[in-house]
C-alpha cells in the first residue's frame, strides 16, 4: 500500500493531478500506520500475519 501511495503521489505530481497526488498521500499514510501496527505484533483485520 505504501509502494501504491508513492506511486499515485509521483505520477500525480508528474502530471499536475491533484487529487492522484491527494490519494497518494492517503494511501501512503494508511500504509505506514498498517505497517507499524503489524510490526508490533497487533492484529490487523483480525489477522496476525500478512502474507
Given at each position: 500500500?505504501?509502494?501504491?501511495?508513492?506511486?499515485?503521489?509521483?505520477?500525480?505530481?508528474?502530471?499536475?493531478i491533484g487529487?492522484?497526488?491527494?490519494?497518494?498521500?492517503?494511501?501512503?499514510?494508511?500504509?505506514?500506520?498498517?505497517?507499524?501496527?503489524?510490526?508490533?505484533?497487533?492484529?490487523?483485520?483480525?489477522?496476525?500475519?500478512?502474507?
Amino acid at each position: 500500500m505504501i509502494v501504491l501511495g508513492l506511486i499515485l503521489l509521483l505520477v500525480g505530481l508528474l502530471a499536475d493531478i491533484g487529487i492522484l497526488v491527494t490519494l497518494g498521500v492517503i494511501l501512503a499514510i494508511i500504509g505506514a500506520v498498517l505497517a507499524l501496527l503489524g510490526s508490533t505484533g497487533r492484529a490487523v483485520g483480525g489477522r496476525n500475519h500478512w502474507f
